[in-house]
């Protein structure tokens, strides 16, 4: 794993993500990676992890065994096709695109190849994405080798790919969606006294800890919410104001929204 050669096309937000994972997680040597865009200096800061640097997406894959594609959806037909003459034989293909297919991406190479569809979420960058991982011709040896890989930079799971819109959603939106509760939270913090530095060190601990406790228990977070309600008491005061103003409903609805846009995504 370590002399794995792999290519990342499009340092932007997931790819640039992506190599801080694999170098915190240690398992591929950092000049064993080789970062893409065409405005290299947006991810000089990089450097200082000792990877690979290229704006020639052909030369970037030369070599590779494995290429990572984390340009935008709309990008991947046109980079598909331009870097397929240079990929070698037997080269895994990760599509990170949401919303695309592995056929469509797989088509565009003159040969076949294993290509898998990945979705992970921004917290790849410190080891903690939920990934899901779809495979498309490829072997279990492919399968294993990739789940390896995602599963060194938080949980991978091999699902179907008819179910990666829903979990394009669910995990890769999600951390969004779960950012924009904290803010929330933070500016009710900042409206009961707190600073927004406090708030947000109070409201981060808070949700880690929620996380962390249906992580450790397994419970249903409804029977962790009846241990916090007293009856009569304060928290349920405040989380049936939050269901009469309609959050569950609005949480359920952006995810719909989102689940029908990634759905129909061309
Ligand atoms: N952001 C997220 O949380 C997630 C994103 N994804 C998917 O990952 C992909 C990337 O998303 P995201 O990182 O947010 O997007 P960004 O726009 O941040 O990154 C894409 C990068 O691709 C580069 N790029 C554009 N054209 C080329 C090219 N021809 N060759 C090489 N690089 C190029 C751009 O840089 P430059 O203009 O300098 O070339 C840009 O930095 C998308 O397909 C998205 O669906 C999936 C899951 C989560
Ligand atoms: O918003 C998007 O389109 C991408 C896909 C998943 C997360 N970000």
Avoid at 140 to 151: C, G, P, T, Y
């Amino acid at each position: 794993m370590k002399n794995l050669k792999i290519a990342i096309i499009g340092g932007g937000n997931l790819g640039s993500a992506i190599a801080k994972g694999l170098i915190t997680a240690d398992r591929v040597s950092p000049s064993n990676i080789t970062i893409t865009r065409r405005n290299l200096s947006a991810i000089s800061h990089l450097s200082e992890f000792g990877v690979e640097f290229e704006s020639n997406n052909p030369k970037a894959v030369a070599g590779a065994q494995l290429v990572m594609l984390a340009v935008k959806p709309y990008l991947i037909d046109e980079v598909a096709q331009e870097i397929s003459p240079y990929v070698a034989p037997g080269t895994i293909v990760v599509s990170l695109a949401a919303g695309i297919t592995s056929a469509r991406v797989a088509a565009h190479f003159n040969q076949v190849l294993p290509v898998f569809c990945v979705m992970p979420n921004t917290a790849i960058a410190i080891g903690e994405s939920m990934t899901f991982v779809s495979s498309f011709q490829a072997t279990k040896e492919h399968e294993a080798l990739v789940m390896d890989l995602f599963n060194q930079m938080g949980t991978a799971l091999l699902i179907p790919e008819a179910q990666m819109a829903a979990a394009t959603v669910l995990a890769s939106c999600g951390i969004a969606y779960a950012m924009r509760y904290i803010r929330a939270s933070m500016e009710g913090g900042v409206q009961m006294g707190f600073t927004a530095a406090l708030s947000q060190q109070i409201v981060t601990q808070t949700v880690k800890g929620a996380a962390q406790l249906i992580a450790h228990s397994g419970n249903h977070p409804e029977a962790e919410i009846d241990r916090v309600t007293t009856p009569g008491g304060i928290t349920i005061e405040g989380l049936n104001e939050m269901e009469h103003k309609g959050f569950t409903s609005s949480v359920i609805k952006g995810l719909m929204a989102a689940f029908n846009k990634v759905k129909n995504a061309k």
